[in-house]
T-cell receptor
Framework: DGGITQSPKYLFRKEGQNVTLSCEQN?????MYWYRQDPGQGLRLIYY???????QKGDIAEGYSVSREKKESFPLTVTSAQKNPTAFYLC????????????FGPGTRLLVL | AQSVTQPDIHITVSEGASLELRCNYS??????LFWYVQSPGQGLQLLLK??????LVQGIKGFEAEFKRSQSSFNLRKPSVHWSDAAEYFC????????FGTGTRLTIIP
């Protein structure tokens, strides 16, 4: 089955800790994205990558970092600089960036202890 | 800047009744238009999309949407809702970047 997987489903972060959210896709898509979702708000773009070894900041990149060493993988690190990390994080991919349809993973809920 | 407005935060509909969810967008040219559905604690599933051509678009689960250029709208409809349709619905537009509305939560009552 082709699709996008995210792990873990739930993640707990302590003060001052960095945590990494995993996103893997086997759709052979070039572009991948990370979104943050807060209650009552739409999705906001954190980072995106159009190709391996390249990524760009989205609208709310502060306190986050990413890497794109493989086409299939686009991990997101929530750093200690992100002061309000509690949210639902969604990974998506598309054939390439632009008007193409984005397909989403099941999400990771990050909670602060 | 492009923007998407979903004016209804929460809608309650009786099972078997018809449904219309509203979506208006602001953009200089006609963008690509999408409707996604999200069940609690889940990711987003694509219901349908409009790129060009016929302005009435059919999607999965019996949903359809109509693009009206003159009104900058892309409303989602279903003739008869089922209890399983209870979820959050997001309209989105894309020209280079995908921009989401704030969502409409749909509750179904028996």
């Amino acid at each position: 089955d082709g699709g996008i997987t995210q792990s873990p489903k739930y993640l707990f972060r302590k003060e001052g800790q960095n945590v990494t959210l995993s996103c893997e896709q086997n759709l052979n898509h070039d572009a991948m994205y990370w979104y943050r979702q807060d209650p009552g708000q739409g999705l906001r773009l954190i980072y995106y990558s159009q190709i391996v070894n390249d990524f760009q900041k989205g609208d709310i990149a502060e306190g986050y970092s990413v890497s794109r060493e493989k086409k299939e993988s686009f991990p997101l690190t929530v750093t200690s600089a992100q002061k309000n990390p509690t949210a639902f994080y969604l990974c998506a991919s598309s054939t390439h960036r632009g008007q193409e349809t984005q397909y989403f993973g099941p999400g990771t809920r990050l909670l602060v202890l | 800047a492009q923007s998407v407005t979903q004016p209804d935060i929460h809608i309650t509909v009786s099972e078997g009744a018809s449904l219309e969810l509203r979506c208006n967008y602001s953009y200089g040219a006609t963008p690509y238009l999408f409707w996604y559905v999200q069940s609690p604690g889940q990711g987003l599933q694509l219901l349908l999309k409009y790129f060009s051509g016929d302005t009435l678009v059919q999607g999965i689960k019996g949903f359809e949407a109509e693009f009206k250029r003159s009104q900058s709208s892309f409303n989602l409809r279903k003739p008869s809702v089922h209890w399983s349709d209870a979820a959050e619905y997001f309209c989105a537009v894309s020209r280079e970047k995908l921009t989401f509305g704030t969502g409409t939560r749909l509750t179904i009552i028996p």
